[in-house]
């Protein structure tokens, strides 16, 4: 069953504005980092994690609340809005993949959001908001379970948003990962004397370890989220869910994507884990966790078509 009509025209408009408002912010975001632009901190060397020259680093300039950051800021709210609506809590409670997704990149962006307070991120904005845009509008095709009956259950609204909020920090980390993997292999080819079709981009992206930095504060934020989901999925179950626990492939997966995040950090204080080691395993622990209940839902409500 879909929403009513009143939900859908209202969801509609929120998605839509807040679709726009994250375009209006991407196409904002690459007019900075577009060709002949000044950029804002040039791409420094990170002693032991490129293990390659870079170019030398001019000053880093501070950021500023510029009209990017304030359509970005436009559009969270309206995305938030979206998400309110989607969730049709005046009948119910719906919840699915496509509202995970949603809520997941709302976090990821308003994080997003407060780093663009203090550090020049243009360029990751360029990254994520096109995403963010579409996941946005995913709600309006696939409106997931309803959820009104178990509302009573006390720790089930809190065990669903501690999750999304997990999936939003951790998401936004793999992608970071991955630009960061990025920017280090066209370091490398800049390095050997090699063009690289990044080197414009690189220019406009805080140092690499500013980016660093940046990932473990996500990871960190993301694995403390991540264990209060764990937990209350563990220790509440039949609560929760109505049934005792049971290992069944999203508890494995949640599990198993813990212990690889766990892994990581104590592996970066205890044997001082960096580069490749940590972007391979924030990768492989958000895979996991992408697995464990996106997977699990996209499955039931498009393939099999249950709630």
Known sequence: M????????????????????????????????????????ATAAAGGFIG??????????GARVDLGSILVLAGLVAHGWALYVAADVSSGFRFGFAQALSATFWVGVAMLWVE?????????????????????????????????????????LPHLVVGTLAYGVLMLAALHATLMTAAERALHRVGRG????????????????VLERILFRFIGVGFVLLTLTALSGLVFSEQVFGRPLRLDHKTVFTL????????????????????????RLTLAGFTLLLLAYVGTRFV???????G
């Open 194 to 209: 090699e063009s690289s079709p990044f080197s414009r981009w690189l220019e406009h992206l805080p140092p690499l370890l």
């Open 52 to 61: 390659a020259a870079a170019p030398s680093a001019a000053p880093h300039a």
């Open 256 to 279: 198993v994507s813990w212990a690889v995040f766990a892994a990581l950090l104590v592996g970066r204080r205890v044997r001082g884990w960096r580069g490749r080691t940590a972007l």
């Open 116 to 156: 663009g307070l203090s550090v020049r991120i243009e360029a990751l904005r360029a990254v994520v908001l096109p995403v963010a845009a579409l996941m946005c509008l995913l709600p309006l095709a696939f409106p997931g379970s309803d959820f009104g009956a178990e509302r009573g259950q006390p720790l089930l």
């Open 300 to 306: 039931l409500e498009v393939i099999l078509q249950r």
């Open 2 to 41: 879909g929403y009513t009509d009143s939900v859908s025209i209202l969801l509609v408009i929120a998605t839509g504005l807040a679709a726009l408002l994250y375009a209006l912010a991407w196409l904002r975001s690459t007019r900075s980092t577009a060709p002949g632009a000044q950029p804002h901190a």
